[in-house]
Structure formats: C-alpha cells, structure tokens
C-alpha cells in the first residue's frame, strides 16, 4: 500500500517538476486567456452597444468564470493525453516495467495533471480585479476546490480517451471533434439556456457544463446567471469522475 | 515438467506472437543461463524487441510458455519487474529532469530507501562516468550519455537481468565502443544476467551465446566461435573476368558452393585460405583481377543461413531517420 502511494507521488511529482521547469507553457498560459478575455471578450461586449442594449460590462463578468474554465479545460485535457505520447516515446514505458501498479500510474496522471490545471487556473483568476470582480479569500479557496474538481473529471476523460486511441493523429481528430465542441457547449462564452434546442441538451451531457456553472456561481454569487444547484454541479462532476477513472484505470491495464 | 538444468534464468518455449495476422515471434525456444551474456543478433523487423517486450511483461503473447527466475510472465509480472531493469531500444527518459532526478524518480517507483536511493545514484553516475554531469538536464546530453544514463538507471535497483534492447542504436563508433565497455566492464564487477540484442554483428561477439533471429524465427544459437565455425574454414572474396567460368572451376576444385557478392564479385569458402591462395592464382582458368580472404563473421553466419546481408545498405540511415523521428514525436 505505501508502495503504491509512493508510487503515486512519483508520478505526481514528476509531472509537477516538468511543469515548473517548462517557463515558455507558464508564460504562454497567460497568452490565451488574455487574448480570450481582453480581445474576444472585449470585442463582443462593445459589439453590444453597436447593436443597442447595454450589458456588454455584464457579459465580461459572465465570460469570466468561463475563461478560467477553459484554462482547466486545456491544461487537464493535454496533461492526461500526454499518457499518449510518454507511452511511445518517454518517460512511461519505463514506469511501466517497475513494479508499480497501473492504478497508481492512472492516479499520478490525473492527480499532476489536476494540479496543474488548478495553478493555470489560479493565474487566470489574478486577473479579476481588472474586470473589478470582487474576489475574497472564501471565494479564492471555494473556486480552487472547483477548479480541482473540474480539472480531474476532465483528467479522467483524457486517460480514458488516451487509453483507447493510440495515434498523434487520432490525438488531432479528438481535440477538433471532442475538445473544441465541449468548450463551446459548455456555456463558458454565452448562455446556453436561451439557445437552440440541441444545444440545450448537448450541453446537459456536457459534463463541462457543470463544471463551469459551479465556477461561475462560486466566482460572480449571481442566482441568475446559475443553471443547477451547486450541489448538483458537484455531485455531477465527482459521479463522472469515479466511474471514469475506474474505466480509464481498466483501459489502461489491458496489455496489447 | 521438472527442469533438470536449475540455472537457466530465463525460458521460452513456443513462443508466439501475432500482431493482426503477421506473427512477429514464430514459435521460438530457449533459455537464458544465469550470469551469461545473452544475444539476439538479427534483421530490423525480426522479432527482437517484441520478444524482449514479451519477456519484460509489456507485451502479453499469443501463446507459448515465459518464465524469468522462476516465474511465470502471464501470472506472476510485479515479481518479475522487480528482478530485471530494462534498457530500452527507444530513449526512455525525461528530458527536462537532471541525471540525478531521473534516477530518483527511478528509485522511488523501486522503493528503494532515501538514503540507500542516494549512495546508489552516486555508485551507479560513477560506473558510467557521468558524476560531473548529474545535475545538468538530460536536455543537454549528448546521445551517448543519455545511453549511459539509461544504463545507469537499469542498474539502480540491482536487477538480476539487465535487458538492453540495442544499446547502441544511431551512435557514432567510438560512444559505441565505449557503450561496450561498460557493459563488460559492469559484467566483470557484478553478477548479472545480460540480455541484449543488437544488429552490428559486431558488437554480439561479446556474448557468451548468440541467438541468430531471422523473420520471427531462431535459426541458430551458439556461442560465437561455434556460430562462425559452422562456416568451412575462411571466406575467399574474388574479382574476375568471367565470373560464371570461374564458379564453376571453383566448385569442381573445392566442393563448396560459390555465392553472388557485392559489386560483381564473388565469394566462397575454403579450409585454408593461406595454402590455397597461391595455387589457385596460378592454376585459374580466367584472369583474377583481386583476390582477398578473412576469417568469417557473423554476418558471414547470416549470409549462410538465409541467403541475405544482415544489414542492408541503407540500414543506417534508416536507424538515424528513425532516431530523428522520434526526436521530433518528442514534446
Ligand atoms: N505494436 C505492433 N503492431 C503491429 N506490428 C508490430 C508491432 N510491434 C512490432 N510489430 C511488427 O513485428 C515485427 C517485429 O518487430 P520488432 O520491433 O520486434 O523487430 P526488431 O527485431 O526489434 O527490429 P529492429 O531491429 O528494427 O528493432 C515487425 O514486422 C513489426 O512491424
Ligand atoms: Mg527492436
């Protein structure tokens, strides 16, 4: 038992090693979301008042907890898949022939790959006084947890989704067909309430979704801006992220 | 069934494996004694390193029976893991981590102690000469080295097999030969069971026993000597004028068949190179424009058993485009 918890840690840790050592990928992680935020945010809002109606301030605020969102999104989904390409060429063929379990392995992985997102998005969360969105330590520490939560259901699903494809090329076909359409559909840069039908229920099964409806309730305290319970965010995010790290785990176990 | 021979480190008995149709390993048998140098010397694509893979449990098999000291490879993997360290044909390890960094990561997934973790990695660093670089980024060593470290860390938890999967793919000679010597240096240091393959025919003259693997198939295991004593003697290589005159002059005065070289030569092999050459200059029906004899190699074996160059001319190239593939795959 405390050898797989060591185990653990170890892949853990790694992952935290790389991440402090790659300064382009921190620095560049400021990059998108400023870009999102203060260009394609501030683009949309202004647009509001060309087309008459004010509300383009009231929709920064809601793209907000969006962008933090997104910055998890990425940071966990790419951290996971990165099992992908460490299974070929790195670092993992190597673990996988010590004696540690592939368990432990598939928890290292989600757990670096969660912390990680958690501190993208924590960098992200720094910019709220531009936007004067009050942050207080309460909020602070709730929207971590948040982001902690979120960052490992979408972990999970990228061991899952690694463990079934095995390709640089199926890598791409996901991000464009799975990734992108999930950030779109998860109500991170407009309301998903009043659109298309379709959309409505595409994003009930988006399991983003509840992840950026907690954020966005913990972060801006705003009830009409909130689509479900807080609760049922998080009973929604943990569910999905238990029985898909029991998949991702037996996935990854099976020996070609 | 019982096994009379108790030293045997490692067996294999009719081992298979497929991959969607094409059966990489093709019902192969042997055994690996404890504490010798083992080889598979063969072609790209011949089933090295899928064995290996099967054998070290990263890759489960179509059918056949493994066991390494004693236990059985479909049953019995974490004991397994614990008693062999891997070199892997592929680069391994992680770039951005330091020397030492790498090989405490090693450790910890070993459980090896903090303090028994550390005099290790300075014993290990040492072996292979790279003390003065442990604290530098893996990022920045050159392809010998990150070999070197890679060996160094397949020896961190005292494996009773060390696997090295082409240890010396896409170096230059010089690193090869000095990858060499720490392998033989390491053998006369410790007892360890070393299982490598390679395809420099070269460089298998180290082992004690060679396996001569070919299309998923063993078509020879031997030690070295007895390999290239299979061979009648030395190899006579010959340049001439009318080569198809010559063959068969050749064949009538030594009995022995005369193949196809390279560039329109031919060659053949006859017991005693030096008393034979002269009197055959002299007695040939057709003008000889080069003569040359040497003793066989392995590569002479392999041109024996199946017809083929082990290496083919653009083998090389194919390993350093391959080797550079991956650099880029890298992230
Ligand atoms: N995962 C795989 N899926 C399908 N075919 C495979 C797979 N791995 C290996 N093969 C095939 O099995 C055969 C044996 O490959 P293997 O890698 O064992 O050869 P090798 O002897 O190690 O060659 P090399 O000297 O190039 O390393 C090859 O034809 C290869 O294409
Ligand atoms: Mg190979």
Redesign the interface.
């Known amino acids: 038992m405390k050898?797989e918890l060591?185990?653990v840690?170890?892949i853990w840790?790694?992952d935290i090693?790389?991440y402090y050592?790659?300064k382009p990928r921190i620095i560049g992680s400021f990059a998108q979301p400023i870009l999102f935020l203060f260009v394609l945010g501030t683009g949309i809002a202004s647009s509001f008042s060309v087309f008459g109606g004010g509300g383009g301030r009231d929709f920064l605020n809601f793209m907000f907890p969006g962008i933090v969102g997104m910055t998890v999104l990425f940071t966990s989904f790419f951290s996971a898949m990165?099992i992908v390409?460490d299974r070929?060429?790195?670092?993992l063929?190597?673990?996988?022939?010590?004696?540690?379990s592939r368990t432990s392995i598939v928890i290292g992985k989600i757990l670096g790959g969660s912390t990680i997102a958690m501190i993208q998005g924590t960098i992200v969360l720094l910019f709220s006084p531009l936007l004067k969105i009050p942050i207080t330590f309460a909020i602070f520490f709730k929207v971590i947890g948040i982001m902690f939560l979120v960052a490992m259901t979408i972990a999970t699903i990228g061991i899952v989704l690694a463990s079934v494809i095995k390709s640089?090329q199926a890598f791409q076909v996901i991000t464009n067909f799975l990734l992108m359409p999930m950030f779109f559909l998860s109500g991170a840069l407009f309301p998903l309430n009043n659109t298309l039908k379709w959309m409505n229920v595409v994003s009930k099964i988006n399991p983003l979704s509840y992840g950026i409806d907690a954020m966005r309730t913990v972060i801006l305290d705003n009830p009409t801006l909130q689509l479900y319970p807080l609760w049922l965010d998080i009973v929604v995010l943990a569910s999905v992220t238990v029985v898909l790290s029991l998949l991702g785990t037996f996935l990854f176990s099976r020996?070609? | 069934m019982n096994d009379i021979n108790t030293n045997n480190i490692i067996e294999v008995k009719n081992l298979v494996k497929e991959f969607k149709g094409l059966r990489a390993v093709d019902d192969i048998t042997f055994t690996v004694k404890e504490d010798e140098i083992f080889g598979f010397l063969g072609p790209n694509g011949a089933g090295k390193t899928t064995t290996i893979n099967i054998i070290c449990t990263l890759l489960s098999k179509t059918s056949g029976e493994v066991t390494l000291c004693g236990h059985n490879v479909a049953r019995e993997r974490n004991k397994i893991r614990n008693c062999i360290g891997m070199v892997f044909q592929d680069p391994s390890l992680d770039d951005r981590l330091t020397a030492l960094e790498n090989l405490y990561f090693h450790g910890l997934l070993y459980n090896i102690p903090r303090r028994t973790l550390k005099e290790r990695s300075e014993e290990v660093l040492e072996m292979v000469n790279l003390s003065s670089r442990k604290k530098s980024l893996v990022m920045t060593y050159s392809g010998g080295m990150k070999r070197r470290l890679e060996i160094a860390r397949g020896l961190l938890h005292y494996p009773k097999i060390l696997f090295l999967d082409e240890p010396t793919l896409g170096l230059d000679p010089q690193t090869r030969n000095k990858i060499w010597d720490y392998i033989i240096k390491l053998k006369k240091s410790k007892n360890i069971t070393i299982f490598l393959t390679s395809h420099y025919m070269e460089e298998t003259e180290i082992c004690d026993r060679i396996a001569i693997i070919d299309e998923g198939k063993i078509i020879a295991l031997d030690t070295p000597d007895n390999l290239k004593n299979t061979i009648g003697g030395d190899i006579i290589t010959i340049l001439s004028e009318e080569n198809v005159k010559l063959k068969k002059y050749i064949k009538e005065i030594t009995g022995s068949d005369v193949h196809d070289a390279k560039e329109g030569e031919i060659r053949f092999e006859v017991k005693n190179s030096s008393s034979f050459i002269p009197k055959f200059i002299k007695n040939s029906p057709v003008k000889i424009l080069s003569i040359s004899a040497r003793k066989p190699t392995l590569n002479d074996v392999f041109l024996d058993l199946t017809g083929r160059e082990i290496r083919e001319e653009n083998a090389s190239t194919r390993d350093s485009l391959r080797m550079r593939m991956r650099g880029r795959m890298r992230h």
């Open positions: 050898k060591i185990g840690y170890t840790l790694r090693k790389r050592r790659d990165s390409w070929e060429f790195g670092f063929r190597e673990v996988l022939v010590t004696p540690i640089m020996q070609e």
